[in-house]
């Protein structure tokens, strides 16, 4: 099966969806990876003393480090503005996630849920532009193409992190969870590891206890109960 996960900044893809991803490319999936943005707004940029395009550039690099232990089939890092794309013209953004899926012909699309899990408005803008170009272009592909539309998300808590607070889905909304064992668990860290300029906000966050094995997503316009245990069930 191949598989796009489209995201806007560095290091969504480890905050979590690595997880998946070490266990994807382990069961012989192709898996590739957008990342609309260079993430060079990031406030670490002040400690490190770089301008926004420099900080781009370092954390570029972070992610070519990051291909390589996840073992991806194929990335792509996009130079959108990092915290400002809720000021680009959505079509723009449209056209780059269209192109990716174009190029990647995935089976399915993943991508931040409605809430973003962080909230931040650039995974929310993120979530809308790949629902809607998912739904243009499932209209003109072959069947085999486009066949699911993943949403990363967060289980409920009992216990709120109030230092890091995270948005989740309710049990009723999650379709699929998909557990991990150590190997991948280690090359997630591995992965995380990479992010050298971004490490104290990792280390407070702790992303990796929060999901803990197993990942979970929604499944747009699908409900499913029990949940599945893979992406690529019910294909």
């Known amino acids: 099966m191949r598989i796009l996960y489209v995201f806007p900044h560095p290091d969504d893809e480890s905050f979590g969806p690595a997880l998946a991803i070490s266990r994807q490319r382990r069961e012989g999936d192709e898996v590739h990876l957008l990342t609309l943005t260079r993430g060079g707004a990031t406030k670490q940029r002040h400690r490190l003393g770089l301008s926004i395009e420099e900080m781009g550039e370092v954390r570029l690099k972070e992610m070519e480090e990051v291909q390589g232990v996840l073992n991806l089939s194929g990335m792509s890092v996009l130079d959108h503005p990092d915290s400002g794309l809720k000021e680009v013209d959505p079509r723009t953004l449209e056209e780059s996630v269209a192109s990716a899926i174009h190029r990647v012909e995935p089976a399915v699309v993943v991508t931040y849920a409605v809430h973003g899990v962080s909230g931040f408005h650039d995974h929310l803008v993120t979530h809308a532009v790949v629902k809607r170009v998912f739904c243009e272009e499932r209209e003109r592909l ?46 997630a860290r591995r992965a995380l590891d990479c992010y050298v300029t971004y490490r104290d906000v990792i280390e407070a ?8 094995r197993t990942v979970h997503f929604e499944l747009f316009q699908e409900s499913r109960s029990p949940w599945l245990t893979s992406l690529g069930a019910g294909l």
Not at 156 to 173: G, K, Q, R
Not at 176 to 183: R, S
């Open 142 to 187: 072959p069947s085999r193409l486009l066949r699911r539309l993943a949403l990363f998300t967060l289980p409920p808590t009992e216990e709120p992190d109030s230092s890091f607070p995270l948005h989740t889905s309710t049990n009723e909304e999650i379709d699929c969870a998909v557990e991990v064992e150590d190997q991948d668990v280690d090359r």
């Open 205 to 212: 966050a702790d992303p990796l206890s929060r999901v803990g």
